[in-house]
């Protein structure tokens, strides 16, 4: 079992959110001692889906639908993965936008070398694509093309 505070520390979250998940119920068996919540290794892995779920953009209202559903037992099974579906496909979009944000400060970070190498941009604003190295050319054609 874990105090709160332990639970904080592992996670890097503040004690007042974890207060604030076990007040919105999605720690529904949780132990107390003496009114001291005690976390098990059930709540601990509970919040890694928790975190997960909020680091991929769902908000808790739909969270605590999730855990409602776990504790409805195996016939909600079809809409928890339908959840986890739906998520993964949305970060899985997000990371495509990184991927072209991170494409492009590979490219002007490759440039700015480029100019600073060449003493100026003058060489860099008439170089054809072509010319670039071949995984600058791939990263200027992912952020600038859709």
């Known amino acids: 079992m874990y105090s709160i505070g332990q639970v904080s520390e592992m996670f890097g979250l503040p004690i007042s959110t974890l ?7 999605l720690f529904p068996e949780i132990t107390r ?7 098990s290794d059930r709540e601990l892995e ?3 889906v928790i975190e997960c779920l909020k680091k991929s953009g769902l908000e808790i209202k739909d969270i605590k639908q999730f855990m409602q559903w776990c504790r409805q037992g195996k016939e909600t099974y079809p809409q928890r993965k339908q959840l986890f579906e739906m998520q993964r496909k949305n970060v899985e979009q997000e990371i495509e936008k990184l991927n072209r944000v991170l494409d492009m400060l590979n490219f002007k970070c490759w440039y700015y070398d480029k100019a600073i190498k060449d003493g100026g941009e ?3 604003k008439v170089l054809p694509n072509e010319d670039m190295p071949e995984e600058i050319k ?3 054609e992912n952020a600038h093309f859709d």
């Not at 207060?19 to 119920?25: A, L, T």
């Not at 001692?33 to 976390?39: A, D, E, H, L, M």
């Open 46 to 48: 509970a919040l890694r």
């Open 138 to 140: 791939k990263a200027y």
């Open 19 to 25: 207060r604030y998940y076990d007040k919105q119920g």
């Open 122 to 124: 003058e060489n860099l």
């Open 33 to 39: 001692v003496s009114g001291i919540r005690k976390f």
